[in-house]
């Protein structure tokens, strides 16, 4: 048999940049999390861009542990600063629009007064949040570890 049509074998199958970009975010969680310092991060990561293989590429992810899942998989708000001021503003928007909603139902209840005017004080606020969260402000990016 000659060389061209013998298989490849797993290891020795060329890599993407999409294969370097995946192994460059989980050194990045890594370094994130304390598993390996700022100066063998840049060090991976430049090994990274100048492998070629599947089998060189899993060197540099040898001695991490597994993957973990992370807090905000599945969440409205992010870990990070932009979700944390999202989530408070969320809760005082809540909150305001629980207020006026029961000062409502209160004055509905005791005067006939039918008029939906909570929904000026709670709307335009809620408005304005979920246009911020819609643009990306405070929500998990997609595939974030």
Request: net charge neutral.
């Amino acid at each position: 048999m000659d060389a061209v049509n013998e298989p490849v074998h797993p290891e020795q199958v060329r890599i993407s940049d999409a294969e370097r970009h995946a192994v460059a975010e989980r050194l990045r969680t890594a370094h994130d999390d304390g598993f390996i310092d700022l100066s063998e991060f840049d060090e991976r990561i430049a090994e990274v861009w100048r492998m070629r293989t599947r089998g060189e590429l899993g060197r540099v992810t040898r001695d991490l542990p597994p993957p973990q899942r992370r807090r905000n998989d599945g969440l409205v708000f992010a870990d990070s600063a932009g979700g944390v001021a999202m989530k408070v503003l969320a809760v005082i928007w809540l909150c305001l629009t629980a207020v006026a909603v029961s000062g409502w139902g209160i004055v509905a209840l005791t005067a006939g007064v039918e008029y939906p005017w909570f929904l000026w004080v709670s709307a335009p606020p809620g408005a304005v949040l979920l246009t911020l969260w819609l643009t990306g402000i405070g929500r998990p990016r997609r595939g974030n570890r």
